[in-house]
């Protein structure tokens, strides 16, 4: 079967210029190379007898060559409070202006180009007779804390270059990977804010600023949602010849995930690619101190550093009987007092808690039990805040009352 007869058997025939990439064949818009479009032209071409005069339109996404690095460098500073955060819209997050696709854990950031090439066929030579090249700036900004679960989607289309047949005046439509997916997300168009399939116009130098404001399909109780492939837009654009997709959502790096799992803030969405803490500050949270101390000492002097970005990470766990198991491993021979308790680092919560560190690459220490009832709703508090799931990656910081950290 010829490439364009699967399109036409994959989509119900050929998608027309208004068609949102939802609606098309991963297969005919995601992994056609640039050889597979020519051919589908060419095939088109030859459906018409018009096979050695036609004019042809393919896309590739482009190599930029100052990719920035999949996470932001962890430092003491990168920490965040618990609070209610800052929801803010109609501009790309000014955190991605770093460099980085995940600066934090409420922020995922973008930046691809794209490369649309026109040829011409006469009498079977061909010639690029156009070309333009469009760069998609984008972020998602997710809602903290106790805001309702959704996210500001920020684009910034820039036509960077652009000659030939593809200077001006190319007509097209642009929409979010939510459209046409209720069951993940939608798009809840805001005063001021932007609706799915508008229409756009590019030309060389065109600079296009959408905002969306978007949510999650409704979470079932202990639901977990994946958004990956769904954060960022897409245009449909119609170039000479045939129409382009460039399904940017399809290929960024914008990432989501929300769930509806027991959480003190409700359900909720984060970047789950982004770096999460669990801190213990003690000039914050006096009762603390003696767990933090313990927690400093340890990131400081273990083999492994556990928790510290420059030592080795700390995976959460959920399964109550296998925290218990590792308490019991790290304090059954512990002796307490009375109003004292028996502190294990690495947490009992993790995998690298109890067997999961070796004897001497774990601490255990007496301490006040107020302070490990403070570090215990403190670690909760972290765990719901940041949405760390079974077996998410976090660190933790530790701080003295003078403000020394442990990293």
């Not at 801190?279 to 009762?287: E, F, G, I, Q, S």
């Amino acid at each position: 079967m010829t490439l364009l007869a699967v399109a036409q058997v994959v989509t119900g025939g050929p998608a027309s210029a208004s068609t949102p990439t939802s609606a098309l064949s991963p297969i005919v818009e995601s992994q056609m190379t640039v050889g597979q479009q020519q051919e589908q032209c060419a095939q088109r071409a030859a459906l018409t007898r018009s096979s050695g005069n036609y004019s042809c339109t393919t896309h590739v996404k482009a190599n930029n060559p100052n990719l920035p690095a999949k996470r932001a460098a962890t430092r003491p500073d990168s920490l965040r409070a618990l609070d209610s955060g800052d929801f803010s819209s109609q501009a790309v997050a000014p955190a991605c202006s770093e460099g980085y696709y995940n600066p934090n854990r409420f922020t995922s950031c973008s930046e691809q180009s794209w490369i649309v090439t026109n040829t011409q066929t006469v009498n079977g030579a061909t010639a690029v007779v156009g070309e333009m090249t469009i760069l998609f700036n984008s972020s998602v900004e997710f809602a903290e804390g106790s805001d309702p679960s959704g996210w500001d989607l920020d684009t910034d289309l820039t036509v960077t270059s652009a000659w030939g047949t593809l200077a001006s005046g190319i007509t097209g439509t642009m929409w979010t990977g939510c459209y046409g997916h209720p069951d993940k997300c939608t798009t809840s168009q805001l005063q001021d804010s932007n609706g799915e399939n508008e229409a756009i116009v590019l030309g060389n130098g065109t600079h296009i600023s959408k905002w969306y404001t978007q949510y999650p399909d409704t979470l079932l109780y202990n639901e977990v949602l994946s958004l990956n492939g769904n954060l960022g837009s897409a245009i449909r654009l119609n170039t000479p010849g045939n129409a382009v997709t460039l399904a940017d959502h399809q290929a960024n790096t914008l990432f989501g995930r929300c769930d509806n799992l027991p959480n003190r803030y409700g359900a909720g969405c984060v970047d789950d690619q982004g770096l999460s803490y669990v801190l213990y500050d003690t000039r914050d949270n006096p009762a603390v101190g003696h767990v933090a101390q313990h927690v400093f000492d340890a990131i400081r002097n273990l083999p492994s550093h556990w928790g510290s970005p420059y030592g080795s990470v700390l995976n959460r766990i959920t399964d109550q009987a296998a925290i218990d198991n590792n308490r019991a491993i790290s304090c059954g021979s512990v002796v307490t007092g009375p109003g004292e308790s028996c502190d294990e680092y690495p947490l009992a919560s993790t995998k690298q808690g109890g067997n999961g560190a070796a004897p001497g690459d774990r601490s255990t220490r007496v301490v006040p039990q107020s302070a490990n009832d403070s570090q215990g709703g403190l670690t909760g508090a972290y765990y719901d805040y940041y949405r760390i799931l079974d077996n998410n990656e976090f660190y933790v910081q530790a701080v003295l009352a003078d403000g020394t950290s442990a990293w």
